[in-house]
């Protein structure tokens, strides 16, 4: 077997048998065809079923030299996942990447921003072009629904259940929630749908798509980036945000004001309580000022 056959295999796997994102697969598809490069340039014919895990570590050794920790654990990751399954197709009787480590990366969280901040960056759009009503749409619904930038720019016509005042959205593992939707939002899409996306061309395989381009194409993720980053230079925003950021801070608004975690995990799609958990940001002083009105032994519930 050599690497592209295992490559094609393996992606199939994870299309078919695992039901993977198209985001995630192609992310482990990248990584998987850093280390055919690799393999490659040393000229040497180590093919997936016998290469050792001192070739694995070289490769390791030498990638770490232009990422960051978090890339060489997602990297580690993606090699595990991909020799997993040529051990469990018996194509390999070991994992080469077991005894190596990922890097200890802890818990990094994107920042959040407050209300008024959103308020400043939704303010600074040009609302004078067709793309301006379109992005002030895209970041509402992103901030009142807590999507991810692939949900939103997937986004739907047959998504809508207005009438419920939900919306549904494909997730990760291509599975589906509902998410209610505010009405304040539900006229924003409506406003976009009716004045500004009905006087655009879909392309063919876009035609269902909520949020295009001028040419009728659903927009990419790093437009959605690009399309913030901008904004957040205009208002002179000192923070790195992107849609996490939105998705983030839809997340904590809710916790801060006593939103249960459980249903948190619900609108954000995870598939664990733990991600919830590591994903949503309390301070000291929100869980400070918790213990202190709702604890029994607290000054304020304690009658001397």
Not at 1 to 17: F, P, R, V
Not at 77 to 106: A, M, Q
Not at 283 to 294: F, N
Request: charge should be positive.
């Amino acid at each position: 077997m050599n690497w592209q056959q295992a490559l094609s295999d393996y992606i199939n796997y994870l299309k078919i048998e695992r039901g993977l994102a198209k985001n995630s697969i192609e992310s482990y598809q990248r990584d998987i065809k850093k280390l055919i490069l690799f393999i490659d340039l040393l000229k040497e014919h180590y093919s997936p079923i016998y290469i050792s895990s001192n070739i694995i570590k070289e490769f390791i050794y030498d990638v770490s030299k232009t990422i960051n920790a978090r890339s060489q654990a997602r990297l580690i990751s993606s090699l595990r996942g991909f020799f997993d399954y040529l051990v469990f197709e018996d194509y390999r009787k070991d994992n080469p990447t077991d005894l190596i480590e990922s890097p200890n990366i802890g818990r990094k969280l994107p920042d959040t921003i407050s209300k008024d901040e959103v308020d400043s960056l939704i303010s600074a759009i040009d609302l004078s072009h067709p793309q301006g009503e379109r992005n002030k749409t895209i970041i509402e619904t992103i901030y009142s629904c807590g999507l991810r930038v692939s949900e939103v720019i997937n986004l739907q016509l047959s998504d809508l259940f207005f009438e419920e005042n939900y919306i549904r959205i494909l997730g990760k593992g291509n599975k589906y929630r509902f998410v209610p939707i505010h009405n304040t939002t539900i006229k924003r899409i409506e406003l976009y749908i009716n004045e500004i996306r009905s006087n655009i061309l879909p392309k063919k395989e876009d035609e269902d798509i909520i949020f295009l381009n001028r040419r009728g194409k659903r927009l990419t993720r790093q437009m959605i980036f690009i399309i913030l980053k901008n904004l957040a230079t205009k208002i002179n925003l000192k923070k790195k945000i992107g849609p996490h950021t939105l998705r983030h801070s839809f997340a904590t608004y809710l916790l801060q004001n006593g939103a249960d975690l459980r249903v948190i995990q619900q609108l954000l799609g995870h598939e664990s309580i733990t991600t919830t958990e590591i994903y949503v940001h309390v301070d000291r002083e929100y869980l400070k000022e918790v213990v202190t009105l709702h604890h029994p032994r607290s000054n304020l519930n304690t009658k001397e």
